[in-house]
Each structure stands twice: as C-alpha cells, then as structure tokens.
C-alpha cells in the first residue's frame, strides 16, 4: 500500500514541470478534501523550483480548490451521512472524530485544515453532523490559507533553486516541521479553551 501511494505521489509530482502544472494542483488540492490521500505540499515545491515567482499564485489555487473540495466533502457528509465517512476511515476512528467535534466544534476543522492531519475525514464529519457551512467555508479558507501561504512564504525566501530543490526532495521533513509547529499552536490553544471552560 505505501509503494502504491508512494507511486502515486510520484506520479502527482511529475506534473509540476508540465503545461498542466496549475491544473495538477488544482485537481489534487480539489480531491485531497474528498479522498484523495496525497497531500499537495510536494507538487506546490516540485512547481515552484520550476517558477519560483509563482509561488504564492499557487498558495491561492491551492487553497482555493482545497475549500472548494472540502465544501464538496461537507455535502457528501450531509447528503449521505456516516456511510460516506466509512469510506475512508473506520467506524472506532468515525467516533473519535464526531467526539472531538462536540467537545472543540470548528475549532478541529482549524487544527486539521492546517497540520497533516487527513482534514477530509474533518470535512465530511462537518457535514455529517450538520455543522453550519459559512463558519466551516470561513475556518477552512483561514487554516488552509496558512497551511499553503506559510509553504509559498518559506520557498519564496530561500535564496536559490538548488535550495528548493534540496527542500522538495525532503519534503517530508519540512512539512512536518513547520506544520507540526503549527499544529502545536492549535493544540495549546485548544487547550487553554479547555482549561478556561473548566476554571468557569
């Protein structure tokens, strides 16, 4: 299973020094919120090594077809309910995520449109549970816009090509650094909610 995703990840990547480069990511960020297991952070480095000016062009495509992706899985979520959350997670996992919705509510969608955490499992449980679609649309643009504008951020104040290719070939690495840094934020932010909540 890994060989195949790493494959396809490949696969994804090798778009970036196409004509289609744009489109590539558009369609991934789109179907990465439905059930697309490749996360777009690669190809947005594989592009940019390429076109370095266009970095933050594609922060926006990125985050703009990941929500729009996102609203796609809100409605499948509400439309079919928690058999299309079955589909990409199992039945113990589906309760852990509508568990940590009623204790934290949008603020989950937040931690997970930002870090790697799988935010279309987040996504289709928002519709799942009914979750108001404007605070959702509006949370997502803000964690999915920081996820991919602090990436478009690093690339476009690295000094050379070489250094980004050095970087999309450790891409695992990086993401997990500076997004980790950020889910790290989340998580003591939940948790200052939290104890506040409890000290009332």
Known sequence: MLDILHELKDWIVGFADSPWAILALAVNSFTESIFNPVPSDPLIFGIAAIRPQAVFWLALVATVASVAGAAVGW???RWFGR???LKII???KSQRVE???ARYGLMVVLIAAFTPI???VF???AGVLRFDVRPFIAISLVGRGARFFLLAGLIFYLDSTDTIEAVTSNFTTVTIW???AGGLLGAITVAVQWI???RR
């Open 75 to 77: 409605l499948l979520g």
């Open 83 to 85: 058999p299309a959350l």
């Open 90 to 92: 199992s039945a113990k």
């Open 99 to 101: 568990g940590l919705f």
């Open 118 to 120: 799988p935010y279309k």
């Open 123 to 125: 996504a289709i449980t």
């Open 178 to 180: 500076v997004l980790g």
């Open 196 to 198: 506040s909540k409890k």
